[in-house]
């Protein structure tokens, strides 16, 4: 079964650094691409960027200058950086496993609420 | 960026009711359109892939229809489990982007 889980703090001071880490169990992550999605309270999605196993990353355009993904496949993680946040940074965060096939995100994590304040 | 449009942005609807649900986005993107069912305070749940395709597990009721800049969301008999938020995402170019919902509530 495959499974994703969200770590990382719930409290980020503004202007500082948000990092967020994903793990994975159940897939292999060699195989699939891995996504960030977020969503402020009471408003929709907005889909962050994604990464592959190979390092190879796309992002948002509207984020781009401040995120960083990385991979680890030893330890089946994923990472999010976004620096120098401000409160509308404030979302729940979500990852989830995309399947290259059909280009989409098909198991998600339960997400993680991170507030800027 | 590809903009996405939804409509209606809210129905109220009875259990048995048949339900359609319009996204449309504002360039072409063939068959890369994707819907999610999302319930308050959990994650979005895929439910159909590639326009049409129903993911593994997705009760039989829901189907997609469309291609290119317009699709739809059927629910052929809607259910108690249905009441939730609906969006459709685009996932033909990056980067992807959602619609901004509908609500389905109960009438």
């Known amino acids: 079964q495959v499974q994703l889980q969200e770590s990382g703090p719930g409290l980020v001071r503004p202007s500082e650094t948000l990092s967020l880490t994903c793990s994975v169990s159940g897939a292999s992550i060699k195989s699939y691409f891995w996504s960030w999605i977020r969503q402020p309270a009471g408003k929709g999605l907005e889909w962050i960027g994604r990464i592959y196993s190979s390092g190879s990353t796309n992002y948002n355009p509207f984020l781009k200058s401040r995120v960083t993904m990385s991979v680890d496949t030893s330890k089946s993680q994923f990472s999010l950086k976004l620096t120098s946040v401000t409160a509308a940074d404030t979302a729940v965060y979500y990852c989830?496993?995309?399947?290259?096939?059909?280009?989409?995100?098909?198991?998600w994590g339960q997400g993680i609420l991170v507030t800027v304040s | 960026d590809i903009q996405m449009t939804q409509s209606p942005s809210s129905l109220s609807a009875s259990v048995g009711d048949r339900v359609t649900i319009t996204c449309r986005s504002s360039q072409t993107v063939t068959i890369y359109l994707n819907w999610f069912q999302q319930k308050p305070g959990q994650a979005p749940k895929p439910l159909i892939y590639?326009?049409?395709t129903l993911q593994s597990g997705v009760p039989s009721r829901f189907s997609g229809s469309g291609s290119g800049t317009e699709f739809t969301l059927t629910i052929s008999s809607l259910q108690p489990e249905d009441f939730a938020t609906y969006y459709c995402?685009?996932?033909?170019?990056?980067?992807?982007?959602f619609g901004p919902g509908t609500k389905v509530d109960i009438k």
């Open positions: 590639t326009a049409t």
């Open positions: 989830a496993r995309g399947d290259n096939g059909y280009n989409m995100e098909d198991y």
């Open positions: 995402q685009q996932s033909y170019s990056i980067p992807f982007t």
